[in-house]
């Protein structure tokens, strides 16, 4: 096969590291919930009950690896953090159904959904797109891919973020209104999901700001926790 001739070299791949592995988890899209527990929908002033959760992106290469800072954005004097399980997918396709969903799961990690809250108001105020106030440089931080076959499926458990020691938002997995199973079908409807795509499956009540200097530590049982400083 002839070498691709390209103009200049493509970016590299953006990719995850994998617990106890050496190899690298390729990332293809990063698709996002949004509302997906009630208290955060009711939180940011949304009836969870009216309104059911949906989707937007970010970029496949605003990932910060685990062992990073998290650089304080532009353009933003109100950056929140919101921390969310990740679902990383080994499979895709289209018309997933239910029943089917979680043989797409390579594994999960722990994630944050970084948002510049002050610009995301704004595009509500005049019903423009979300991507100035999500979809930034470093955005998604996010810890290593545990493998589903080492933990399983994640349906319980605390998911939680302290911020120096104080815990800012504490809720449970099962407080999710999309399961994994649920989100995966709906997306797959409305999109072709492939390998190395990344669901972020929303986050519980608490979110806040964050300001230079402090540490964001992210947790959800069963794996490991990840540290991220506001640099
Ligand atoms: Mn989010």
Redesign the pocket.
């Known amino acids: 096969m002839p070498e691709t001739n390209y103009i200049f070299p493509p970016s590299p791949v953006p990719a995850l590291p994998i617990r106890g592995s050496t190899a690298l988890f390729p990332i293809h899209r990063i698709y996002?919930?949004?509302r997906n527990f009630a208290d955060h929908a009711i939180e940011m002033g949304h009836d969870p009950d009216k309104e059911p959760p949906f989707f937007f992106q970010k970029n496949p290469d605003s990932v910060v690896l685990p062992g990073n800072p998290f650089p304080y954005p532009a353009a933003s004097r109100d950056v929140h953090h919101?921390v969310?399980l990740v679902v990383a997918l080994q499979s895709g396709g289209t018309d997933i159904p239910v029943e089917q969903a979680l043989d797409c799961v390579y594994g999960y990690a722990v994630g944050l959904?970084m948002?510049r809250r002050d610009l995301q108001a704004e595009a509500k105020k005049h019903g423009r797109p979300w991507e100035i106030a999500k979809a930034f440089e470093q955005s998604a931080p996010c810890g290593p891919v545990h493998t589903a076959a080492e933990i399983g499926h994640p349906g319980e458990g605390t998911i939680r973020l302290t911020i120096n020691g104080t815990i800012r938002q504490d809720g449970n997995l099962n407080q999710m209104i999309w399961k994994v199973p649920e989100m995966i079908a709906y997306l797959s409807r409305l999109f072709t999901l492939k390998p190395g795509d990344l669901i972020?499956a929303?986050?519980p009540a608490g979110v806040g700001a964050v300001a230079k200097g402090d540490t964001m530590i992210a947790h959800i049982d069963g794996l490991d926790e990840v540290r991220f400083t506001v640099a």
Do not use: I, L, N, R
Request: hydrophobic share 20%.
């Open positions: 996002c919930v949004g919101e969310e959904d948002t972020f929303g986050t």
